[in-house]
Structures are given as C-alpha cells and as structure tokens.
C-alpha cells in the first residue's frame, strides 16, 4: 500500500462532515419547511427556548403539548437529526 493510499479516503470523510455540519446548523426561521415535516425552533433573546414542531396553515404545532404559535415568535429552526440505530436483540 503506497503512502498516499489513504488519501481518498479523508477527502470523503472531509466531505461527509461538510454536509452533516451545513445540514445541523440553526437557519434563519423564514427558511423553515411548511410541509408539515417536523423540526426544532428556536427563540433566543433574552433567554433560549427550543421545541419540536410542525407547520399546520400558519401557526406552528408544539409535537409535544398540541399548542400553536404565531410564526413570528421565532427566530431559528433547524432539522431533526436521525434517530439512533435501534437492535431489538
């Protein structure tokens, strides 16, 4: 194997860990889907708050408590992140 064999390699990894942090990263709210998926919003003012939510019309829908807010409340929102892999062994 030649000193450079693992070159290639790195710069997979290198671009794999691009995507994940550019995916992970808190995006202006304006950005956020409306499709009804899931995600996290994020108010940060004088305190930080995050909740799990999704787009029903205009108001946003708190997953946990059933609440709705006004859009404008918030100022981040970024995707869930996946699951972790689960055996049932």
Avoid at 8 to 22: N, Q, W
Avoid at 34 to 42: E, G, Q, T, Y
Avoid at 78 to 84: I, Q, R, S, V
Wanted: hydrophobic letters at 30%; one cysteine or more.
């Amino acid at each position: 194997m030649g000193s450079k064999d693992w070159y290639p390699e790195v710069l997979k990894l290198r671009g794999r860990i691009a995507e994940l942090e550019a995916k992970y990263q808190w995006q202006p709210f304006e950005t956020a889907p409306k499709d009804k998926s899931h995600f996290l919003v994020c108010y940060a003012y004088e305190y930080v708050y995050i909740q799990r939510v999704y787009f029903d019309g205009d108001r946003l829908v708190d997953v946990n408590s059933g609440n709705t807010s006004n859009a404008d409340y918030w100022s981040h929102w970024m995707p869930l992140p996946e699951p972790p892999e689960h055996s049932n062994e």
